[in-house]
């Protein structure tokens, strides 16, 4: 297992832990406990756990500093009104596999719809459109695939 998949596991084990979805660690404390650099830990919460991954991340800095994480809690058609709005005009293959991942992980989408979701986002769906237009194609069809779903 790679470090950051095991950073991104604890921490997820920390917010199953805590009933109120939410936990407040000490980037220092927890790359001394695992034995990492804090610059990892950054990479994994600005990575894996994002708003379009359903998350909320607050830091406070300083000797007493800490950054919570918050896993919002969602009704299926809220989380995906959470998604949509983050789409924006443009979308690149990375975050829509990410989106499609976290509306997998909130068990908002059935995954047969996902699948048809993912393969109507691909490149491959998008080989004949110029390059410069794929990504802007991409979030139109995103969101209205999404749309269909509420």
């Given at each position: 297992m790679r470090l950051s998949d095991y950073i991104a596991n604890y921490i997820l084990e920390l917010l199953k832990a805590n009933e109120?979805?939410?936990v407040e660690i000490k980037r220092n404390e927890l790359a001394n406990s695992i034995g990492c650099v804090p610059s990892q830990i950054n990479?994994?919460?600005?990575?894996?756990?994002?708003?379009?991954?359903?998350y909320m991340v607050e830091s406070q800095r300083g000797g007493g500093g800490y950054i919570r994480i918050t896993r919002m809690c969602y009704n299926k058609e809220s989380y995906i009104m959470?998604?949509?709005?983050?789409?924006?005009?443009?979308l690149d293959t990375a975050t829509v596999k990410a989106m499609i991942?976290?509306?997998a992980q909130q068990q908002a989408v059935e995954p047969k719809v996902l699948k048809t979701i993912a393969a109507?986002?691909?490149?491959?769906?998008?080989?004949v459109v110029p390059q410069e237009k794929r990504?802007?194609?991409r979030a139109?069809?995103?969101?209205?695939?999404?749309?269909?779903?509420?």
């Open positions: 109120n979805q939410s990479y994994v919460i600005t990575s894996r756990f994002t708003p379009e991954q359903g959470h998604v949509i709005n983050h789409v924006g005009d443009t991942h976290s509306l109507a986002v691909s490149n491959q769906a998008y080989a990504d802007l194609l139109a069809v995103f969101k209205n695939m999404l749309i269909t779903q509420l």
